[in-house]
Each structure stands twice: as C-alpha cells, then as structure tokens.
C-alpha cells in the first residue's frame, strides 16, 4: 500500500503540475526560514499564474507533438490523435492494435479495453470492427480511432495466398506397414483424406492441390479513409463479406456446426468439385496419353467452376454434354468477397498395387499388341508400296509418250524411230532431275547404250527420222 502511494506521488511529482507546486513549496519554506517578508495574497496569485501558464503550455505542446504519433494523412484526424495522448495520461484510454498481413498484434491486455483507441493497418491489411449488437464499420490500410464500444470483429489478408491441402511430396500414405511413428502416421492419413477421391471403376486417389486466391480486389485502387493506397487493393464491401458472412460446416459426429473461417472456404470449395469429376473417370483415364488427359480435364473445370458464372456440364464418363448450368461455387466465393486465381493438381498418388498389376496386365498382353500393329505396318507398307508403284507407272508412260502426245501419228513401220522417240524424253528428264535418284548415272548409261545400239542398227538415215546427230529430236521434221 505504501509503495503504491509512494509510486503516485512519484508520477505527480515529474508532472509539470506537479513540479510547480513542488518548486513552490520548497520556495516557500525557504522564504519561511530565511524570515524574508512576503504577501500572502501575491504568492498566491503568482502560484495560479504559473499553474495556468503550465497548464496551456503543457497542452499545447500535447497537441503539437500528438501529430508525429502517427503516420496520419487525414487533417480531421488531428484532434483525435490529441484526445488519445490526453486520455493515455489518465489512464482512461481504449486499446492501441496493430494489425499486420492480416494478423492483430497487441500487448498482453489489449483486447480486455474498452475505451476510445486507435488501430494501425499496413497496406496488406483490413478489418471489420462492431459492438456488441452490431457491425460497424470496415477498416482499411491506414490509422482508424474507434469507439468508445468498438472492438476488431475479425481481420483479413488483402494478399494473394497459396493453400496447399493434400499430401506432402514425401508422403507414401498407401504404403502399409506403417513407415512411419504413429503420429506421424496420423498426420500424413490425415492429409491424404484431406483431397481423397473414388474414380469411376472404384480407385482412390489422393492428390496435392494447391489452391491461390485473395479478397476480391477492386478495379480500382482508391484511398482508404485515412489516405493510404493499398497495392494490393482494398475493397470494403469484400472484406465486409469476407469476415460477417458466416459459412456453417456440418459435422460427421454429433452434428457439429463448426464456424468456417474465410480463408478455409476455397479449399473447402476446390475439394467438393474434385471429387465429384473424379468420379466421372477411370483410373487409366486419368493419366491416358495425348492433348487432354482426364487429370488434366478435371483441372481445367476445377479452375472453371470457380472462376466463372456458368460451365458446361460433363456427362457421367467425363463427356461434353452442351448443356450450361450456373457455377454454385463461383456465386458462393462472390457473395462472400473472395476470387480464386488459380488451381492446380499434381502429386496424385494411389495404391501402388494398382500399378503394379497395370503393369504385369501389361506385360502379359505387349506380345499380342505388338504382333498387332507389325501385322497393320505391313499392311500399310504394302499399300504405300502399291500405290508407289501405280504412281511410278504413270509417271513413266507420261514421260515416255511425251513426242506422240498432242500430234497426229500414222503407224510407224520403222521400230527404230520408235523406240528412238521413247527413249528421247526419258534421257532428257533424268537429265534435268540429277537429284531424283543417287543411281541415275547408272540408269542414264544403259539408257546411251541403247541409243547407240539403235543408231548402229537403224538401215535408215538418221536425218530422216529427225533426230539431231547429238541425239536431240528436230522438231521442224515430220514425226509420222
């Protein structure tokens, strides 16, 4: 008791008040001792004078020093400032919060104040404060003073987050026995029920799915009420609906009704849809080789289903059926002021005896299928090779009858010129085509020995067929 009366004298004593008093007193004394003559009535006064002088002094100087409290860019928000520091003095103040990346920080106490306060938000911040019968007032990046009643209803990150939900990379939930301590153990089923699934032919799959959302942001980013310009974005109507609108989650025992936080509804949202498309899909499905496979197709509604206002509705096998419906989940995530940007799944794991099995199937039936398609490639081969042949032909006779075509002939009864004439066109194309074939050499030889053998055997006068001596055909002569 004595201490604490000790301690406030203490404290009244280095008060500008206090030292005034306590300067006169001594004065006094002193006066008193050294017999000095005095009125009264003067001492008094002076003592009121300087007592007010302080008062003013102190006070002013209060209001003064109150502005560098705070970063605060509101003119309107000096008198508030200097209300705090004064209510401070007394001891008669409301609590003083920080709220950092959505998170309230405070000293030990804090929370039990009720009283006018302050809160300071950084830029990735926001707030929601009510009393207790009502919503109040939403709080963006900046200083706001509250009420008397007012207190902090729930906060927000205005940042974009990742959720992770699932197992971990190293996880091996469907490995038995257990690898791991039992605790362990417990946590890692627990992260495997967290995104487990049935696909259409009755295989459960766990997969990793990671899930990256925020508040809804504005189109623009306009100043809170204390000033400030968030980068992230602050709209007041989202982070309302994102703290005050409660989502109920059902329990499996009891009927528990748990209180689902705003954070938790995404995943809560992503893992409803995964499994009702897993199940439109079979296992091998899933991971079928190609454009899309059906992990992939199922990641692509995920992401539509809760980014859009209508999707298209899959068939029970995963098939497109043309009909659109309305996105639940995408109205849900808007009524309480939050958008999805993105999600994927990846780290799918199932029971590794399921692959197992695939792969012995496989290894029992890959003679059959291989036997198969050497079969269709011969098939193919031989087709290609026909029609290679056919083509070849034409191309031959086209070239070959290139001198009799477009002219009038009479029956030749000189074989020589005939063949002449054949053989002609044939040496001049392979002549111009050097490239069509590496033996053409070889070909273009049998082809001069021929002609030479024509020329040695022809009992007619090459000129009167003609062809030129170098072998080329004169056109200014009589074919037939």
């Known amino acids: 008791m004595i201490r604490k009366i000790f301690g406030r004298l203490v404290r009244f004593l280095k008060h500008p008040i206090g030292v005034i008093l306590a300067t006169n007193a001594v004065w006094y004394v002193i006066v008193r001792a050294a017999h000095i003559p005095y009125n009264i009535y003067v001492y008094a006064a002076l003592i009121l004078v300087d007592l007010a002088a302080a008062y003013i002094l102190l006070d002013r100087l209060v209001y003064f020093f109150a502005q560098f409290v705070l970063p605060i860019q509101n003119e309107n928000y000096r008198d508030e400032i200097y209300s705090r520091v004064k209510n401070f003095e007394t001891g008669m103040r409301g609590p003083a919060l920080f709220i950092k990346n959505g998170r309230v920080i405070m000293h030990k106490g804090e929370e ?6 302050v809160i300071v938000v950084d830029t990735a911040s926001a707030a929601v404060l009510r009393t207790d019968t009502e919503i109040k007032d939403t709080v963006g990046p900046g200083v706001k003073f509250t009420g008397g009643n007012e207190y902090i209803a729930g906060s927000v990150d205005l940042r974009s987050q990742w959720l992770f939900i699932g197992p971990q990379t190293a996880d091996q939930p469907f490995l038995n026995p257990v690898p791991t301590s039992p605790k362990d153990y417990n946590e890692m089923q627990s992260r495997r029920h967290q995104t487990s699934g049935l696909t259409r032919d009755g295989f459960e799959v766990s997969p990793t799915i990671s899930i990256k959302f925020s508040i809804k942001r504005p189109k623009e980013k306009n100043p809170t009420e204390g000033g400030v310009i968030s980068q992230y974005g602050y709209d007041p109507d989202s982070v309302r609906n994102a703290i005050t609108r409660e989502v109920i989650e059902l329990g499996a025992s009891e009927n528990k009704k748990n209180r689902m936080d705003w954070n938790r509804l995404p995943a809560h949202l992503v893992v409803n849809v995964w499994r009702e498309y897993i199940r ?8 079928a080789p190609g454009d899309t496979s ?24 995963g098939g497109r059926t043309g009909e659109w419906l309305e996105s639940l989940e995408f109205k849900q995530l808007q009524s309480r002021g939050l958008e999805i940007v993105d999600v994927r799944i990846h780290n799918v794991l199932f029971d590794p005896d399921i692959e197992k099995q695939t792969i012995e199937q496989w290894s029992a039936e890959w003679l059959t299928i291989a036997k198969k398609e050497e079969k269709y490639l011969k098939e193919k081969e031989s087709l290609i090779e026909t029609a290679s042949l056919e083509e070849a032909s034409k191309n031959f006779a086209r070239i070959a009858s290139r001198q009799f075509s477009g002219k009038p002939t009479l029956p030749q009864e000189n074989p020589f010129k005939t063949l002449q004439l054949l053989i002609l066109p044939l040496k001049e194309f ?10 053409y050499e070889t070909e273009l030889r049998k082809l001069d020995e021929i002609w030479k053998w024509l020329l040695d055997n022809n009992p007619l006068n090459n000129n009167s067929l003609g062809i030129d001596p170098d072998g080329t055909f004169d056109d200014s002569q009589s074919v037939g």
């Open 430 to 439: 392979m002549l111009s085509e050097t490239n069509a074939n590496k033996n």
């Open 294 to 317: 059906g992990l992939q197709t199922i990641e692509k509604m995920i992401n539509k289903r809760v980014r859009q206002s209508s999707v298209e509705v899959l068939d029970d096998t």
């Open 112 to 117: 039990s104040k009720r009283g006018a306060g």
């Open 280 to 287: 439109k899909f079979k296992l091998g499905e899933l991971f």
